[in-house]
């Protein structure tokens, strides 16, 4: 039986259980959604290489950036869809610089210190959802409280809110049911200042990140 399943089933044991020993009920409402068919997420690449940098090349007292890339995450599901994304860092805590949403951590050096940061953003001017110009909301994570779409850039958020995809600006009812996602991403890094890195060997960088994609 499935984790899900066999709680639910507890729940409702226990409560034909509690109403033999006492008047009062309370009824519980399930409610559910069955997808037709699943969404696979494909990104054009399986590894982002931000190169080798010498220790010389890092500025002291603040982050030196490295090189982008511009990967595509392609989203194929069966039939319009409707879902939301986010990104699980798989290196947390490890991430350098203040709490922005979208901030991955890239490991840390033999002394514990963190090595860096790097965003992962959706840019909606190399997108495209069903061929059509994609606009971007972020949602919370539950998927009922979503912000006003918009053109600009946003990065994947790590936070457990959700990205979701439209078809127009300036919108807050949230993602649209989407069959064909094409969805251009920037992905830029930084290192931390070297004042605060011992760089005594060779460090490398290992960042690990998991795209979730949560049907709403």
């Not at 090189?67 to 290196?91: F, K, M, S, W």
């Amino acid at each position: 039986m499935h984790p899900t399943a066999r709680t639910l089933a507890i729940v409702l044991a226990l409560g034909l259980a509690t109403s033999a020993f006492c008047a009062s009920t309370v009824d519980i409402q399930v409610t559910g959604t069955l997808v037709p068919s699943a969404c696979t997420p494909v990104l054009s690449v399986s590894t982002l290489h931000f190169g080798t940098v010498s220790s010389a090349d890092l500025h002291p007292e603040r982050p030196t950036a490295l090189i982008e890339h511009a990967p595509t995450l392609t989203v194929q599901c069966g039939t319009p869809t409707l879902y939301g994304l986010r990104l699980v860092d798989n290196r947390a805590g490890s991430a350098y610089g203040p709490g922005v949403e979208g901030r991955l951590g890239m490991g840390r050096t033999a002394a514990d210190e963190q090595i860096g940061a790097y965003h992962l953003d959706v840019d909606p001017e190399r997108s495209t959802i069903d061929g059509r110009r994609v606009f971007l909301s972020l949602g919370d994570r539950t998927g009922n409280l979503w912000g006003t779409s918009t053109a600009q850039p946003m990065a994947l958020p790590t936070s457990g809110s959700l990205l979701g995809l439209v078809d127009r600006a300036g919108v807050d009812t949230g993602a649209v049911a989407v069959q064909v996602a094409q969805l251009g991403i920037r992905a830029h890094g930084l290192i931390a200042p070297a004042r605060g890195l011992t760089l005594t060997d060779a460090v490398p960088l290992d960042g690990h990140v998991t795209v979730e994609l949560v049907y709403l």
